[in-house]
Antibody, heavy 120, light 105 residues
Framework: QVQLVQSGAEVKKPGASVKVSCKAS????????ISWVRQAPGQGLEWMGW????????NYAQKLQGRVTMTTDTSTSTAYMELRSLRSDDTAVYYC?????????????WGQGTLVTVSS | EIVLTQSPGTLSLSPGERATLSCRASQSVSSSYLAWYQQKPGQAPRLLIY???SRATGIPDRFSGSGSGTDFTLTISRLEPEDFAVYYCQQYGSFFGQGTKLEIK
């Protein structure tokens, strides 16, 4: 069965960076993409971007351009999302989700979420 | 940038009733690129509908999606207790609506 297992909760100071991992299993990793979505406490869903696990192509949300980098390691079927220059409003649960190889795609399987807390 | 506006913000209904949730886009959206998700407290979202009207794997047929252009609808024909949750629409690879909370009346 398809599973996406994310890394554990993180606490970071403002200005620091965080890197969240998402290990996929139960399907051919390079036949799909991975999207990242975040959700601030009590708020709605925010799409952050997408990466093709086939060739590494990316598409980032404009507001995060320059601060976010998404990568994959096909040898371990793992996707990564790094967010730099963290601010308090980056505090959120970060989700990875399986998407198609097209940049415009829905998300059919989701990870359990990783809480990132940014606090001094 | 296309903005998705969902209505109502909160919908109060009883089990067995029919729920109709709206998602309106500020510009025309290709029907192929509209999805609906369900999210329960403390859980990740779950894909319900993709391509505006196709049910995802394992989704009961009481859930249906329709619409085109700027107006899309998620309908739950007969509410079950487990359907009370928050529902989001999304334009593929882009923004989500702000959500509709479906609560028990």
């Amino acid at each position: 069965q398809v599973q996406l297992v994310q890394s554990g909760a993180e606490v970071k100071k403002p200005g620091a960076s965080v890197k969240v991992s998402c290990k996929a299993s139960g399907y051919t990793f390079t036949s799909y993409g991975i999207s990242w979505v975040r959700q601030a406490p009590g708020q709605g869903l925010e799409w952050m971007g997408w990466i093709s696990a086939y060739n590494g192509n990316t598409n980032y949300a404009q507001k995060l351009q320059g601060r976010v980098t998404m990568t994959t390691d096909t040898s371990t079927s793992t996707a990564y999302m790094e967010l730099r220059s963290l601010r308090s409003d980056d505090t959120a649960v970060y989700y990875c989700a399986r998407s198609t190889l097209y940049t415009l795609s829905h998300c059919d399987y989701w990870g359990q979420g990783t809480l990132v807390t940014v606090s001094s | 940038e296309i903005v998705l506006t969902q209505s109502p913000g909160t919908l109060s209904l009883s089990p067995g009733e029919r729920a109709t949730l709206s998602c309106r886009a500020s510009q025309s959206v290709s029907s192929s690129y509209l999805a609906w998700y369900q999210q329960k407290p403390g859980q990740a979202p779950r894909l319900l509908i993709y391509g505006a009207s196709s049910r995802a794997t394992g989704i009961p047929d009481r859930f249906s999606g329709s619409g085109s252009g700027t107006d899309f609808t998620l309908t739950i024909s007969r509410l079950e207790p487990e359907d009370f949750a928050v529902y989001y629409c999304q334009q593929y690879g882009s923004f989500f609506g702000q959500g509709t909370k479906l609560e028990i009346k």
